[in-house]
């Protein structure tokens, strides 16, 4: 989706993030994440300090189904895409060595303290009884923030003030990349439920249809525009509909879920037309349809989870996703904003005009798709 001189270094700041993640989550982000709490709000680092008493028998609190080995390493995955999606936010502009060390303090002191907020069975959110499936909080609104404060902090790219057409490299491997998200987005949500249970078959079947949903009223929203429908739009429309419906998976019923995933379809269509029309350069959309599309679904949990939705005459529910949403929000994004300024200081954020316009694949890496 970025532009042919900036290919390799966006797909490398994804791949990196699995070797630098992995490591801090052995040493002491699992425990952060999952270990012995701290008023509800941090592990204890040396709980699982170095995968401690990590092994193959179960653990009862947290997933008595499976080893907890692989409830770990299971976990981990969420915690290398969150940084990764926050990149298409500043793609095409920032410095590789300072996303380094942003990287590594967002997965410390924003993604472990939600995680453990949220999943953690004496986290504070989770005892306020907010639901988050397979990650709509953690992940995706976490990313969202992150991305919208990255956007403001590192400004806008030389052809954003230029009004240059965004031209993006290859839609053939969106569309190919989009439909390996979908497939995998099976064991996001699905395997959320850490057991091949009856509430991994609705969740297998309700991530299915939401995105399915989100993908045609992407395409029919943009022809009621009057805009041709395109291969980038259903596959953005698709994720949306992935992002919606990870936090109400195994909660809600299929209905349910074409009705999420299209109204966030249609919400996260709107803000990415309303965005162009503003000087706000999130190079790929990712707060309108992550950031958005993880609000739109932590909404319809509070509204439609099983037997505790507002739709089955509770508010406590939703009532708690509410005050979630606030703090969740302010926390990533105020939180993110003081990380975005501290790296800066040790190193700049932002690569120099030059490096910009040569692009950063050769710029950062030495590396090119260009042929000489």
């Known amino acids: 989706?970025?532009?042919?001189?900036?290919?390799?270094?966006?797909?490398?700041?994804?791949?990196?993030?699995?070797?630098?993640?992995?490591?801090?989550?052995?040493?002491?982000?699992?425990?952060?994440?999952?270990?012995?709490?701290?008023?509800?709000?941090?592990?204890?680092?040396?709980?699982?300090?170095?995968?401690?008493?990590?092994?193959?028998?179960?653990?009862?609190?947290?997933?008595?189904?499976?080893?907890?080995?692989?409830?770990?390493?299971?976990?981990?995955?969420?915690?290398?895409?969150?940084?990764?999606?926050?990149?298409?936010?500043?793609?095409?502009?920032?410095?590789?060595?300072?996303?380094?060390?942003?990287?590594?303090?967002?997965?410390?002191?924003?993604?472990?303290?939600?995680?453990?907020?949220?999943?953690?069975?004496?986290?504070?959110?989770?005892?306020?009884?907010?639901?988050?499936f397979a990650g709509g909080t953690v992940v995706h609104i976490s990313a969202g923030y992150a991305a919208l404060a990255g956007a403001l902090v590192l400004g806008r790219r030389k052809v954003h003030l230029d009004n240059q057409k965004h031209q993006p490299a290859n839609i053939p491997y969106v569309l190919l990349g989009t439909g390996l998200v979908w497939f995998g987005w099976f064991g996001f949500n699905a395997g959320s439920s850490l057991a091949a249970s009856e509430q991994a078959v609705l969740a297998f079947a309700t991530t299915k249809t939401a995105s399915a949903a989100a993908a045609l009223a992407w395409l029919f929203f943009d022809a009621l525009m009057g805009r041709k429908p395109s291969a980038l739009g259903a596959c953005i429309g698709a994720v949306v509909g992935l992002v919606a419906i990870t936090p109400a998976a195994g909660f809600v019923t299929i209905g349910q879920s074409l009705f999420i995933g299209t109204i966030a379809s249609v919400i996260s269509n709107l803000a990415v037309s309303l965005k162009s029309k503003t000087t706000l350069d999130d190079t790929l959309d990712v707060f309108p349809c992550h950031g958005l599309g993880g609000?739109?679904?932590?909404?319809?949990?509070?509204?439609?989870?099983?037997?505790?939705?507002?739709?089955?005459?509770?508010?406590?529910?939703?009532?708690?996703?509410?005050?979630?949403?606030?703090?969740?929000?302010?926390?990533?994004?105020?939180g993110s904003t003081a990380i975005y300024y501290i790296t800066n200081l040790i190193t700049p954020l932002r690569v120099s005009r030059e490096m910009e316009e040569e692009g950063l694949d050769i710029s950062q890496h030495g590396e090119s798709i260009q042929p000489e």
């Open 1 to 132: 989706m970025v532009q042919n001189k900036n290919v390799i270094s966006t797909m490398f700041q994804s791949f990196i993030a699995m070797g630098i993640v992995s490591i801090l989550w052995v040493v002491f982000g699992f425990s952060l994440a999952f270990g012995e709490s701290f008023h509800g709000f941090i592990g204890n680092p040396f709980t699982f300090f170095m995968f401690k008493d990590v092994g193959t028998s179960p653990n009862a609190a947290f997933a008595p189904t499976i080893p907890f080995l692989l409830f770990a390493m299971f976990q981990l995955k969420f915690a290398i895409i969150t940084p990764a999606l926050i990149t298409g936010s500043f793609a095409e502009r920032v410095s590789f060595k300072a996303y380094l060390l942003f990287m590594v303090l967002f997965s410390i002191f924003i993604y472990a303290p939600l995680a453990h907020m949220t999943w953690h069975p004496d986290g504070i959110l989770r005892q306020m009884g907010v639901l988050d």
């Open 295 to 334: 609000i739109v679904g932590m909404i319809a949990t509070g509204i439609f989870a099983k037997e505790v939705g507002l739709i089955y005459g509770t508010t406590t529910t939703f009532w708690s996703h509410m005050l979630a949403l606030v703090i969740v929000s302010a926390f990533a994004f105020g």
